[in-house]
């Protein structure tokens, strides 16, 4: 186990494209995702959302490795594979996101699915993402979940020609296997 640092010591290291997060203060690092799969969706779902903020200038689009520091007090930084925030919060973007994004999106891989759907999704609904998809390149599906003021997730799941609905962009309008080709 490596030793522990601050949200501080963990921005001030060298400047990685390797994947790495900073959970409770422990440095996390995972070898690249498949190419094949993960990394195509995550393209996917990057130019798919850009292509509907950017000219509705929304907010903006960043993809990994981005770091996400959602708790600088207990050292918490992730690396989502994407993230939206809205044109209102984009003062949290310096150098780095501070704060909770708007909407985060997680391609499931075999090495990371567990965390992704348990540990991550409690994360992201504690520190206030407002919307969570989950896209599963395995089943060919994404799962939206609107973490609601009151407390209360909305889970919607998407496949084929299903259209992806958003609670936050409204307007977005995709079919699911768009997602996978």
């Known amino acids: 186990m490596s030793e522990r640092?601050?949200?501080?010591?963990?921005?001030?290291?060298?400047?990685?494209?390797?994947?790495?997060?900073?959970?409770?203060?422990?440095?996390?690092?995972?070898?690249?995702?498949?190419?094949?799969?993960?990394?195509?969706?995550?393209?996917?779902?990057?130019?798919?959302?850009?292509?509907?903020?950017?000219p509705r200038r929304l907010g903006k689009v960043l993809v990994s490795p981005t770091d996400v520091v959602l708790d600088e007090e207990k050292d918490l930084v992730l690396q989502p594979d994407v993230v939206f925030i809205s044109q209102a919060?984009?003062?949290?973007?310096?150098?780095?996101?501070?704060?909770?994004?708007?909407?985060?999106?997680?391609?499931?891989?075999?090495?990371?699915?567990?965390?992704?759907?348990?540990?991550?999704?409690?994360?992201y609904r504690k520190y206030g993402v407002r919307e969570y998809w989950i896209v599963d390149p395995r089943r060919l599906s994404i799962d939206v979940l609107s973490f609601g003021d009151n407390r209360r997730t909305t889970r919607r799941t998407f496949h084929g020609?299903?259209?992806?609905?958003?609670?936050?962009?409204?307007?977005?309008?995709?079919?699911?296997?768009?997602f996978f080709e």
């Open 161 to 178: 020609s299903n259209r992806v609905r958003s609670t936050l962009l409204p307007d977005f309008d995709t079919r699911a296997e768009t």
């Open 5 to 54: 640092l601050t949200v501080s010591q963990y921005l001030r290291g060298p400047e990685e494209m390797d994947r790495q997060e900073l959970v409770w203060g422990f440095v996390l690092r995972e070898p690249a995702p498949s190419a094949l799969h993960h990394q195509s969706a995550v393209t996917r779902a990057l130019v798919l959302l850009g292509l509907h903020v950017t």
């Open 89 to 123: 919060r984009l003062h949290i973007i310096r150098e780095r996101v501070w704060g909770a994004p708007d909407l985060v999106v997680e391609v499931l891989s075999p090495r990371t699915r567990r965390r992704d759907c348990t540990d991550k999704r409690r994360w």
